[in-house]
């Protein structure tokens, strides 16, 4: 059986290629990372861009107990604080789902000070297996 000489010569060379080789695979995974990464922080939901006018509603109340309108304002901000999701409720009785567009936000960020008021939203209208979700782009 042959033994292996390596020449680690004092000039360097073979540490060169060892460090360069090096280098170009921490350059590729960072690079296959960032690509990877780069699909999923930016995605825009695909649909329809509206305007919705309607109520803030806290969809828990709402759904269990038809709980809607300025007196029931405490329940519903104290409903979405906790965490239950909001929609807006159109006068057709429609409901949509609220979220925002920006950096995926909750429906609470946007919504909370102005549960069971009149608003008027705009946003992408996305419609999938009998679910209607507002994404929010500005409410007024």
């Known amino acids: 059986m042959m033994k292996r000489t390596t020449n680690w010569s004092h000039d360097g060379s073979l540490w060169r290629e060892v460090l360069v080789r090096r280098h170009w695979m921490v350059l590729i ?3 296959g990372m960032l690509f990877l990464m780069g699909g999923s922080g930016n995605a825009q939901p695909k649909g329809e861009k509206v305007t919705l006018k309607g109520e803030a509603v ?4 709402y759904l269990e107990g038809g709980d809607r309108g300025p007196a029931k304002k405490a329940c519903a901000t104290a409903c979405a604080t906790a ?3 909001i929609a ?3 006068a057709e009785g429609n409901l949509y789902v609220a979220a925002g567009l920006k950096d995926h936000q909750p429906g609470k960020d946007l919504l909370l000070k102005r549960m069971s008021s009149e ?7 996305v419609k999938k297996g009998g679910v209607q979700m507002i994404y929010i782009d500005s409410v007024k």
């Open 119 to 125: 608003v008027s939203v705009t946003g992408t209208l």
């Open 88 to 90: 807006i409720l159109d």
């Open 83 to 85: 965490g239950n999701p």
């Open 29 to 31: 995974v960072i690079v």
């Open 58 to 61: 806290d969809l828990w109340c």
